[in-house]
């Protein structure tokens, strides 16, 4: 989806899906996420907020104008969109796992730290989503004067 939108996004869109698809396959190609630190846990955390960054663009341009006196509502449809990112990975994850009969999640408190970095990725996106949000608007603002 992301490859197909593409030129609808800036290009800082492309530099933080790209930095994120190569910590990912970094991680699975060096055994990374398996190893002690927090390797696993900051990829989680980056990966959904750049893919929730991004989506939040694409799904939500058309209505920015209806967010823009809904601070609240707009914050929390982001963080909730990026959150049930982050729920479906951990499925596919498990998925994963069960198919290919390996061991992809190391624990319950391996996922439950997994969404947790998710989450937290999810509320940075918003905010910077917000924030660019009230950038835009203030620039057409001026543009319109």
């Known amino acids: 989806m992301f490859v197909v939108k593409d030129d609808k996004l800036p290009t800082l869109f492309d530099f933080l899906f790209v930095l994120a698809a190569?910590?990912?396959?970094?991680?699975?190609?060096?055994?990374?996420?398996?190893?002690?630190?927090?390797?696993?846990?900051?990829?989680?955390?980056y990966t959904t907020f750049a893919i929730t960054l991004a989506l939040s663009f694409l799904v939500y341009s058309?209505?920015?104008?209806?967010?823009r006196n809904h601070t609240i509502l707009y914050l929390v449809t982001i963080i909730s969109f990026g959150i049930a990112?982050?729920?479906?990975?951990?499925?596919?994850?498990w998925s994963a796992?069960?198919?290919?009969n390996t061991q992809v999640i190391e624990s319950l408190d391996d996922t439950i730290i997994d969404l947790i970095m998710d989450s937290l990725g999810a509320v940075l996106a918003a905010l910077i989503s917000l924030w660019a949000l009230r950038e835009w608007?203030?620039?057409?603002e001026l543009v319109s004067y």
Do not use: C, Q
């Not at 190569?22 to 989680?44: C, I, Q, R, S």
């Not at 058309?62 to 967010?67: E, K």
């Not at 608007?137 to 057409?140: C, D, K, P």
């Open 22 to 45: 190569l910590l990912n396959a970094t991680g699975w190609v060096w055994n990374l996420f398996g190893m002690p630190g927090p390797y696993d846990e900051m990829v989680h955390g």
């Open 62 to 67: 058309s209505m920015l104008n209806i967010f």
């Open 85 to 93: 990112i982050g729920a479906l990975w951990e499925v596919t994850e």
């Open 97 to 100: 796992g069960k198919i290919l």
């Open 137 to 140: 608007i203030s620039r057409r």
